[in-house]
Protein backbone atom coordinates (compact mmCIF):
# COMPACT_ATOMS: atom_id res chain seq x y z
CA UNK A 1 0.00 0.00 0.00
CA UNK A 2 3.06 2.11 0.36
CA UNK A 3 2.62 3.65 -2.98
CA UNK A 4 -1.23 3.70 -2.93
CA UNK A 5 -2.94 6.26 -6.20
CA UNK A 6 -5.50 7.13 -8.10
CA UNK A 7 -5.54 9.07 -11.08
CA UNK A 8 -8.73 11.24 -12.27
CA UNK A 9 -9.18 13.60 -14.95
CA UNK A 10 -11.80 16.36 -14.80
CA UNK A 11 -12.90 19.03 -17.19
CA UNK A 12 -12.87 22.61 -17.31
CA UNK A 13 -15.63 24.93 -17.30
CA UNK A 14 -17.48 28.06 -18.66
CA UNK A 15 -20.06 30.06 -17.43
CA UNK A 16 -23.57 30.68 -18.71
CA UNK A 17 -24.44 32.97 -16.00
CA UNK A 18 -20.96 34.16 -15.26
CA UNK A 19 -19.98 34.50 -11.58
CA UNK A 20 -19.10 37.93 -10.03
CA UNK A 21 -18.48 37.66 -5.97
CA UNK A 22 -18.04 35.47 -3.49
CA UNK A 23 -18.24 35.53 0.27
CA UNK A 24 -14.87 35.53 1.42
CA UNK A 25 -11.62 34.41 -0.15
CA UNK A 26 -11.51 30.92 2.44
CA UNK A 27 -15.32 29.52 1.99
CA UNK A 28 -15.31 31.37 -1.32
CA UNK A 29 -19.35 30.57 -1.41
CA UNK A 30 -20.77 32.37 -4.68
CA UNK A 31 -23.18 35.49 -3.74
CA UNK A 32 -25.57 34.51 -6.31
CA UNK A 33 -27.00 32.00 -8.63
CA UNK A 34 -24.67 31.23 -11.94
CA UNK A 35 -24.84 28.22 -14.63
CA UNK A 36 -21.83 26.79 -16.31
CA UNK A 37 -20.71 23.93 -18.99
CA UNK A 38 -17.68 21.75 -19.07
CA UNK A 39 -15.87 21.80 -21.75
CA UNK A 40 -12.59 19.25 -23.82
CA UNK A 41 -11.53 19.55 -27.18
CA UNK A 42 -13.18 17.90 -30.13
CA UNK A 43 -10.48 15.12 -29.19
CA UNK A 44 -11.04 15.06 -25.71
CA UNK A 45 -7.55 16.18 -25.33
CA UNK A 46 -8.65 19.19 -22.71
CA UNK A 47 -8.79 18.39 -18.99
CA UNK A 48 -6.70 18.41 -15.55
CA UNK A 49 -5.02 15.45 -14.68
CA UNK A 50 -4.58 14.53 -10.91
CA UNK A 51 -3.01 12.08 -8.86
CA UNK A 52 -3.75 11.53 -5.28
CA UNK A 53 -0.51 9.40 -3.71
CA UNK A 54 0.56 8.54 0.02
CA UNK A 55 3.65 10.03 0.38
CA UNK A 56 6.27 10.11 3.50
CA UNK A 57 5.64 14.41 3.53
CA UNK A 58 2.45 16.55 2.18
CA UNK A 59 3.31 18.12 -1.23
CA UNK A 60 1.45 19.57 -3.75
CA UNK A 61 2.35 20.02 -7.49
CA UNK A 62 0.54 22.35 -10.31
CA UNK A 63 1.91 21.85 -13.81
CA UNK A 64 5.26 20.77 -11.88
CA UNK A 65 5.65 23.68 -10.01
CA UNK A 66 5.62 22.99 -5.92
CA UNK A 67 2.60 25.17 -4.43
CA UNK A 68 2.82 26.76 -0.38
CA UNK A 69 0.36 24.60 1.24
CA UNK A 70 -1.07 27.52 3.28
CA UNK A 71 -2.03 29.52 0.53
CA UNK A 72 -5.11 30.78 -0.50
CA UNK A 73 -7.16 27.66 -2.27
CA UNK A 74 -4.43 25.21 -1.43
CA UNK A 75 -6.10 21.68 -1.84
CA UNK A 76 -3.95 20.63 1.24
CA UNK A 77 -7.21 22.55 3.20
CA UNK A 78 -9.48 19.63 1.30
CA UNK A 79 -7.19 16.90 1.78
CA UNK A 80 -6.52 17.37 5.98
CA UNK A 81 -10.19 16.91 6.13
CA UNK A 82 -10.13 13.19 4.28
CA UNK A 83 -6.78 12.29 5.21
CA UNK A 84 -6.81 10.02 8.30
CA UNK A 85 -10.10 8.26 6.96
CA UNK A 86 -8.50 7.83 3.30
CA UNK A 87 -5.27 5.97 5.11
CA UNK A 88 -7.44 3.82 6.92
CA UNK A 89 -9.47 3.13 3.91
CA UNK A 90 -6.23 2.32 2.27
CA UNK A 91 -4.94 0.44 5.56
CA UNK A 92 -1.97 2.43 6.59
CA UNK A 93 -1.93 5.03 9.62
CA UNK A 94 -1.83 8.50 9.90
CA UNK A 95 2.36 8.69 9.98
CA UNK A 96 1.91 8.87 6.21
CA UNK A 97 0.95 11.90 4.62
CA UNK A 98 -1.06 12.55 1.14
CA UNK A 99 0.51 14.28 -2.24
CA UNK A 100 -1.34 15.55 -5.44
CA UNK A 101 0.39 15.72 -8.61
CA UNK A 102 -1.80 18.00 -10.95
CA UNK A 103 -1.67 19.01 -14.49
CA UNK A 104 -3.22 20.70 -17.10
CA UNK A 105 -3.71 20.06 -20.34
CA UNK A 106 -4.80 22.79 -23.63
CA UNK A 107 -6.75 24.55 -21.10
CA UNK A 108 -7.88 27.91 -22.14
CA UNK A 109 -9.39 29.02 -18.67
CA UNK A 110 -11.57 27.07 -16.08
CA UNK A 111 -8.65 25.05 -14.57
CA UNK A 112 -9.31 25.96 -11.12
CA UNK A 113 -12.62 24.10 -11.45
CA UNK A 114 -10.96 20.82 -13.10
CA UNK A 115 -8.39 20.82 -10.71
CA UNK A 116 -10.31 20.95 -7.92
CA UNK A 117 -13.12 18.59 -9.29
CA UNK A 118 -10.19 16.21 -10.40
CA UNK A 119 -9.21 16.12 -6.94
CA UNK A 120 -12.73 15.47 -5.72
CA UNK A 121 -13.26 12.54 -7.91
CA UNK A 122 -9.82 10.94 -6.37
CA UNK A 123 -11.59 11.41 -2.89
CA UNK A 124 -14.54 10.27 -4.10
CA UNK A 125 -13.70 7.05 -5.54
CA UNK A 126 -11.59 6.19 -2.88
CA UNK A 127 -14.40 6.49 -0.27
CA UNK A 128 -16.63 4.42 -3.21
CA UNK A 129 -18.82 7.60 -4.03
CA UNK A 130 -20.36 7.17 0.31
CA UNK A 131 -19.60 11.10 0.30
CA UNK A 132 -21.86 13.71 1.72
CA UNK A 133 -21.79 15.62 -2.15
CA UNK A 134 -23.64 18.37 -0.84
CA UNK A 135 -20.99 19.73 1.93
CA UNK A 136 -18.13 18.37 -0.43
CA UNK A 137 -18.97 20.62 -2.95
CA UNK A 138 -18.62 23.17 -0.30
CA UNK A 139 -15.24 21.66 0.81
CA UNK A 140 -14.01 21.70 -3.04
CA UNK A 141 -15.58 25.21 -3.52
CA UNK A 142 -12.51 26.69 -1.29
CA UNK A 143 -10.06 25.51 -4.05
CA UNK A 144 -12.94 26.91 -6.73
CA UNK A 145 -15.79 28.66 -6.16
CA UNK A 146 -17.66 27.53 -9.13
CA UNK A 147 -16.45 23.72 -9.04
CA UNK A 148 -19.69 22.16 -9.29
CA UNK A 149 -19.57 23.10 -12.64
CA UNK A 150 -16.93 20.32 -13.56
CA UNK A 151 -18.19 18.14 -11.10
CA UNK A 152 -20.94 17.11 -12.86
CA UNK A 153 -20.19 18.16 -16.25
CA UNK A 154 -22.49 19.22 -19.09
CA UNK A 155 -24.58 22.08 -18.40
CA UNK A 156 -25.18 23.07 -14.64
CA UNK A 157 -26.79 25.54 -12.37
CA UNK A 158 -25.29 27.06 -9.05
CA UNK A 159 -27.77 27.92 -6.47
CA UNK A 160 -25.88 30.50 -4.40
CA UNK A 161 -26.55 33.11 -1.77
CA UNK A 162 -23.37 33.56 -0.01
CA UNK A 163 -24.31 31.42 2.54
CA UNK A 164 -25.22 28.04 0.82
CA UNK A 165 -24.72 26.70 -2.55
CA UNK A 166 -25.72 23.98 -4.24
CA UNK A 167 -24.84 22.40 -7.85
CA UNK A 168 -27.55 20.88 -9.76
CA UNK A 169 -27.29 18.94 -13.63
CA UNK A 170 -29.77 20.41 -16.13
CA UNK A 171 -28.76 19.16 -19.42
CA UNK A 172 -25.74 15.85 -20.02
CA UNK A 173 -23.12 16.49 -22.46
CA UNK A 174 -25.06 14.80 -25.93
CA UNK A 175 -27.50 17.81 -25.77
CA UNK A 176 -25.28 19.90 -27.19
CA UNK A 177 -23.73 17.25 -29.68
CA UNK A 178 -25.07 19.40 -32.81
CA UNK A 179 -22.97 22.42 -31.23
CA UNK A 180 -19.21 23.22 -31.86
CA UNK A 181 -17.69 25.58 -29.50
CA UNK A 182 -14.89 27.85 -30.95
CA UNK A 183 -12.36 28.67 -27.96
CA UNK A 184 -10.17 32.12 -29.84
CA UNK A 185 -7.26 32.74 -27.22
CA UNK A 186 -5.32 35.90 -26.71
CA UNK A 187 -1.63 35.55 -25.35
CA UNK A 188 -2.23 37.96 -22.65
CA UNK A 189 -1.88 37.23 -18.60
CA UNK A 190 -5.63 36.58 -17.59
CA UNK A 191 -6.69 38.57 -14.48
CA UNK A 192 -6.95 36.81 -11.51
CA UNK A 193 -10.51 35.76 -10.21
CA UNK A 194 -10.14 37.48 -7.09
CA UNK A 195 -9.78 40.34 -8.92
CA UNK A 196 -13.28 40.51 -10.27
CA UNK A 197 -14.58 39.27 -7.44
CA UNK A 198 -13.28 42.24 -5.06
CA UNK A 199 -14.54 45.03 -7.58
CA UNK A 200 -18.16 43.86 -9.27
CA UNK A 201 -19.93 43.87 -6.00
CA UNK A 202 -19.02 47.62 -5.52
CA UNK A 203 -21.20 48.08 -8.28
CA UNK A 204 -24.17 50.48 -7.55
CA UNK A 205 -26.56 47.98 -9.27
CA UNK A 206 -24.91 44.44 -7.98
CA UNK A 207 -27.63 43.83 -5.84
CA UNK A 208 -29.72 43.98 -9.82
CA UNK A 209 -27.28 42.07 -11.34
CA UNK A 210 -28.10 38.89 -8.11
CA UNK A 211 -31.57 39.42 -9.37
CA UNK A 212 -31.03 39.07 -13.09
CA UNK A 213 -28.64 35.88 -11.98
CA UNK A 214 -31.68 34.37 -10.48
CA UNK A 215 -34.02 35.33 -13.39
CA UNK A 216 -32.01 33.79 -15.96
CA UNK A 217 -31.65 30.62 -13.90
CA UNK A 218 -35.43 29.76 -14.21
CA UNK A 219 -35.16 30.98 -17.85
CA UNK A 220 -32.25 28.74 -18.55
CA UNK A 221 -34.05 25.57 -16.33
CA UNK A 222 -37.01 26.30 -19.00
CA UNK A 223 -35.07 26.49 -22.06
CA UNK A 224 -33.23 23.18 -21.00
CA UNK A 225 -36.43 21.42 -20.45
CA UNK A 226 -37.08 22.15 -24.26
CA UNK A 227 -33.59 21.48 -24.82
CA UNK A 228 -33.40 24.70 -26.73
CA UNK A 229 -29.96 24.76 -27.06
CA UNK A 230 -29.63 27.96 -29.06
CA UNK A 231 -31.84 29.57 -26.78
CA UNK A 232 -29.10 28.66 -23.92
CA UNK A 233 -26.17 30.41 -25.55
CA UNK A 234 -28.38 33.52 -26.36
CA UNK A 235 -28.94 34.01 -22.76
CA UNK A 236 -25.03 33.28 -22.51
CA UNK A 237 -24.52 35.56 -24.87
CA UNK A 238 -26.93 38.53 -22.83
CA UNK A 239 -25.08 37.55 -19.90
CA UNK A 240 -21.76 37.80 -21.12
CA UNK A 241 -22.69 41.63 -21.88
CA UNK A 242 -24.46 42.56 -18.88
CA UNK A 243 -21.30 41.27 -16.91
CA UNK A 244 -18.46 42.95 -18.80
CA UNK A 245 -20.36 46.25 -18.57
CA UNK A 246 -20.45 45.88 -14.96
CA UNK A 247 -16.78 45.14 -14.43
CA UNK A 248 -15.75 47.94 -16.96
CA UNK A 249 -18.10 50.21 -14.95
CA UNK A 250 -15.56 49.37 -11.91
CA UNK A 251 -12.31 49.58 -13.66
CA UNK A 252 -11.64 45.64 -14.13
CA UNK A 253 -11.31 45.20 -18.21
CA UNK A 254 -11.16 41.94 -19.29
CA UNK A 255 -12.54 42.88 -22.88
CA UNK A 256 -8.93 44.01 -24.72
CA UNK A 257 -9.13 46.17 -28.09
CA UNK A 258 -8.08 42.85 -29.84
CA UNK A 259 -10.97 40.72 -28.14
CA UNK A 260 -13.64 43.50 -28.54
CA UNK A 261 -12.36 43.40 -32.68
CA UNK A 262 -12.80 39.87 -32.56
CA UNK A 263 -16.18 40.22 -30.99
CA UNK A 264 -17.81 42.56 -33.54
CA UNK A 265 -16.61 40.11 -36.31
CA UNK A 266 -18.76 37.30 -34.36
CA UNK A 267 -21.65 39.94 -34.80
CA UNK A 268 -21.02 40.51 -38.07
CA UNK A 269 -21.36 36.80 -39.14
CA UNK A 270 -24.98 36.68 -37.54
CA UNK A 271 -26.24 38.40 -40.95
CA UNK A 272 -24.85 34.70 -42.43
CA UNK A 273 -25.25 31.62 -39.92
CA UNK A 274 -26.27 31.65 -35.79
CA UNK A 275 -24.05 31.94 -33.63
CA UNK A 276 -22.71 33.18 -29.60
CA UNK A 277 -20.39 34.29 -27.69
CA UNK A 278 -19.36 34.10 -24.21
CA UNK A 279 -16.36 35.78 -22.10
CA UNK A 280 -15.62 34.64 -18.81
CA UNK A 281 -12.57 35.90 -16.88
CA UNK A 282 -9.72 34.95 -19.05
CA UNK A 283 -8.39 36.30 -22.23
CA UNK A 284 -10.44 34.38 -24.60
CA UNK A 285 -14.11 34.58 -26.41
CA UNK A 286 -15.49 31.17 -26.85
CA UNK A 287 -17.56 31.68 -30.22
CA UNK A 288 -20.71 28.54 -30.50
CA UNK A 289 -21.97 27.64 -33.74
CA UNK A 290 -23.83 25.08 -35.38
CA UNK A 291 -21.38 22.08 -36.26
CA UNK A 292 -22.58 22.74 -40.16
CA UNK A 293 -20.96 26.06 -39.97
CA UNK A 294 -17.58 25.67 -38.11
CA UNK A 295 -15.24 25.64 -41.28
CA UNK A 296 -17.34 29.33 -42.22
CA UNK A 297 -16.50 30.47 -38.54
CA UNK A 298 -12.79 29.08 -38.48
CA UNK A 299 -12.42 31.57 -41.82
CA UNK A 300 -13.62 34.39 -40.39
CA UNK A 301 -11.70 34.20 -36.73
CA UNK A 302 -8.69 32.50 -37.45
CA UNK A 303 -6.63 35.78 -38.11
CA UNK A 304 -8.10 37.42 -35.34
CA UNK A 305 -6.30 35.69 -32.16
CA UNK A 306 -3.12 33.98 -31.16
CA UNK A 307 -4.53 30.81 -31.18
CA UNK A 308 -8.21 28.94 -31.44
CA UNK A 309 -8.96 25.42 -30.61
CA UNK A 310 -12.39 23.53 -31.52
CA UNK A 311 -14.17 22.39 -28.06
CA UNK A 312 -17.34 20.73 -27.23
CA UNK A 313 -18.86 20.32 -23.99
CA UNK A 314 -17.64 17.47 -21.81
CA UNK A 315 -19.17 14.96 -19.04
CA UNK A 316 -17.84 14.65 -15.54
CA UNK A 317 -14.62 13.21 -13.93
CA UNK A 318 -13.31 9.75 -14.62
CA UNK A 319 -10.90 7.77 -12.78
CA UNK A 320 -7.65 7.13 -15.09
CA UNK A 321 -6.95 4.40 -12.66
CA UNK A 322 -5.90 3.20 -9.15
CA UNK A 323 -2.77 1.15 -7.57
C1 LIG B 1 -14.49 34.56 -13.21
O1 LIG B 1 -15.36 31.09 -10.81
P1 LIG B 1 -12.99 32.15 -15.10
C2 LIG B 1 -15.12 33.31 -13.81
O2 LIG B 1 -18.50 32.43 -14.20
C3 LIG B 1 -15.16 32.12 -12.90
O3 LIG B 1 -16.96 31.69 -15.55
C4 LIG B 1 -15.35 32.32 -11.48
O4 LIG B 1 -14.39 32.94 -14.98
C5 LIG B 1 -16.53 33.70 -14.30
O5 LIG B 1 -12.09 32.71 -14.08
C6 LIG B 1 -17.38 32.52 -14.72
O6 LIG B 1 -13.24 30.66 -14.90
O7 LIG B 1 -12.53 32.38 -16.48
Known amino acids: MENYNVKTRAFPTIGIILL ?6 KNRIPLHTTAGIAYTGINNDVYTETKLYVSKDEKCYIDGKEIDLNSDRSPSKVIDKFKHDILMR ?4 DENNLSID ?4 NILSGSSDSGAAALGECIESIFEYNINIFTFENDLQRISESVGRSLYGGLTVNYANGRESLTEPLLEPEAFNNFTIIG ?3 NIDRKPSNEIHENIIKHE ?3 ERIKSAERKAKKLEELSRNANIKGIFELAESDTIEYHKMLHDVGVD ?4 RMENLIE ?3 EMKNNFWNSYIVTGGPNVFVITEKKDVDKAMEGLNDLCDDIRLLKVAG ?6 KN
Open 316 to 321: KPQVIS
Open 254 to 257: IIND
Open 20 to 25: GGISDK
Open 265 to 267: KVK
Open 184 to 186: AHF
Open 205 to 207: NYR
Open 90 to 93: VNLD
Open 102 to 105: SRNF
